[in-house]
């Protein structure tokens, strides 16, 4: 079980974007967003769909920005490939 912290203030003022699995909802984790092609193996289709990069090939997931996203009351994913390094008190990048 990853432990779960607000996001870094640094992205939720600063319009970055966020992964996140609807519906959202105080508790929901908020990942780093990683965009998988639809059709890698075709050069002429370059849809993706957004998921987690903590499980890329995971569920699909929607892209909000950061700051609604913790307006909303979700919260970092710290894993690894997401945001391990946010502080617990306030969110700030360590
Ligand atoms: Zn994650």
Redesign the pocket.
């Given at each position: 079980m990853?432990e779960s912290r607000r996001l870094p203030r640094a992205m939720t003022s600063g319009g970055a974007s966020v992964?996140v699995r609807l519906p959202v909802g105080a508790g929901t984790?908020a990942?780093?967003p990683t965009y998988r092609r639809i059709a890698p193996d075709n050069k002429y289709d370059q849809r993706t769909v957004v998921s987690?990069?903590?499980?890329p090939q995971g569920a699909e997931c929607r892209e909000l920005s950061a700051g609604w996203a913790d307006h909303l009351g979700a919260l970092a994913?710290?894993?690894p490939?997401?945001?391990p390094d946010v502080d617990t008190e306030n969110g700030v990048t360590r």
């Open positions: 990853t992964a984790l990942h780093r987690a990069a903590c499980a994913c710290t894993a490939a997401c945001f």
